[in-house]
């Protein structure tokens, strides 16, 4: 470990034991004061205890703290003419016909030809969670997050072992356990906490951003699949080809998986829908996809081979992606 790594660790160190009983919003600007919040994060912070028992099955993490559990795990996005849907709990590993990289199953895949001003693609930006909260590093460190306890974790939530939610959960705690994908790095972070430290040892600075698709309008409002066209501004590219990808995960409290990945590029797309919906959409191109399997849905969808042209994808509403600022 360098220095400037070792310097780095223990600033967060510092930083985050004196923030560990602050509020998410403050503990975000007190960390990342030249960065906004994302408006994924919003979604996921506590509001009192308040749940939509709609959604899920409200249970709760120690006094007071109500978080909802997303039973099923499954979404759907369209892709490439007509639309394809796909139903997904994000599979993992590389023997599975689908590989984890990226969550490519809640993703859109396209080439990179088509970020190009005026190109139309068929797109619905989907919410892959129901509403989960946020916990503290405090209470997260108290809570056990391992499949050995599972059936100690599904008591302390009161959620019925042989239900969906349980299941959900189960798979979670089993992809959390998974290797990294050679060459990349990972942490589930059951806080936001940890994810903001993760990402910032990742590339190696605090000075980092994180954003998220924006809707202009509802957030529901970008569900249903229609036709999107590129504005003639074009999209905008990140800085930095290392990123940080954090995908939300259906648990009891606000479990997202991050994994620090090289040789990508992150950009954002304004968008205009059939209906006059405004997307500001965040999307990944990967530019070596050699070692991916070949059975990846990116190349049954696009029709290539690993290794060939780098593979892009769109980022769900409530996914974030974490890079240096410029």
Known sequence: MNHFSSVLILILITATASDAILPAKVYWNRMLPN???PNAFLNFLSSDGLVDEKTGTTVNVGKGV???????GNTHVGVAKGGITVNTGKPGGSGTNVNIHDDPNVSLFFLKKDLSPGAQLDLRFIKTTSGSSFISR???????????KLPEILTRFQ???SSVEAQAMKNTLAECEEPAVKGESKLCATSLESMVEFSMLSLGTRDVQAISTTVSESRDAAEKQQSYRVTPSGAQVMAGEKLVACHPQPYAYAVFYCHATSKTKAYKVPLVGKDGTKVEA?????????AWNPKHLAFQVLKVKPGTVPVCHFLPQDHVVWNVRK
């Open 35 to 37: 960065s906004p919040m």
């Open 66 to 72: 109500g978080v909802n559990v997303n039973g099923n």
């Open 138 to 148: 405090s209470q997260a460190n108290t809570i056990p997050f391992s499949s050995n």
């Open 159 to 161: 959620v019925e072992p």
């Open 282 to 290: 965040v999307a990944v191109c990967h530019l070596d996809t050699a």
